[in-house]
């Protein structure tokens, strides 16, 4: 486990590392594992980006802050942002999870990421985990319009270059592994004149080309 490069990623430094090694830990790995952890963590998230959403629209209906809450809290959601993360590579799972590919999962990977959000609220504060929540989500808020559906990365993305007059990106299979039920795909988004190759894993193509996209933005972000 990296911790000190883990914490970079998120902009926090633990003053209680057994915090965030407890929310790194699987059940199938030890105790403590991380879901009472990510039971905090949901509840955070869920009350962080009700109050990003409160002050950035102040004109907006309690209906329709509740639709871009409930997409930006989804599994799917959680799971892009694990993955620019890199979180896989540092999680504590059992054999046979990490036979199986647990470390690509997306439910695993995104009860992980709110076990980190839970565990940042217990070291620091509400303040401190509403801010992490705030940088996780900074490109995803910032190209939110009211009335419209949250965009997916594949489409801002597009729309990035496509106002830059810049070349649109492709996406490129490198390759599939794991047995049919727990198939991963590995796509690369390439960007050459900006000159970035951002990879994507899922367990499908469409949600590995997000994955991809979401870390191209993040690369030019």
């Not at 000159?195 to 870390?215: F, L, N, W, Y």
């Amino acid at each position: 486990m990296n911790v000190a490069r883990l914490e970079q990623a998120l902009g926090y430094s633990f003053s209680e590392p057994s915090l965030l090694q407890t929310a790194l830990t699987h059940r199938s790995h030890s105790t403590p594992h991380n879901e009472r952890l990510e039971f905090v963590g949901d509840s955070v998230l869920n009350c962080a980006i009700a109050l990003e959403l409160y002050r950035r629209f102040p004109s907006l209906p309690e209906g329709d802050m509740s639709r871009l809450r409930a997409n930006l809290v989804c599994q799917d959601a959680l799971h892009r942002i694990a993955e620019v993360l890199e979180l896989g590579a540092q999680l504590r799972l059992g054999e046979g999870e990490l036979r199986s590919g647990g470390h690509r999962r997306p439910s695993i990977l995104a009860d992980a990421l709110e076990a980190l959000i839970g565990a940042v609220h217990l070291d620091g504060g509400f303040s401190a985990a509403a801010d992490l929540v705030g940088r996780l989500y900074a490109s995803q808020l910032a190209t939110i319009v009211p009335g419209q559906q949250a965009k997916d990365p594949k489409t801002r993305l597009q729309e990035y270059l496509q106002g830059r007059r810049l070349p649109l990106p492709k996406y490129v299979m490198m390759d599939t592994s794991g047995q049919a039920h727990l198939q991963q795909f590995r796509v690369c988004c390439e960007l050459p004149a900006l000159r970035i190759c951002s990879e994507g894993v899922g367990p499908s193509r469409r949600a590995a080309e997000q994955m991809a996209a979401e870390k191209a933005l993040e690369a030019i972000k």
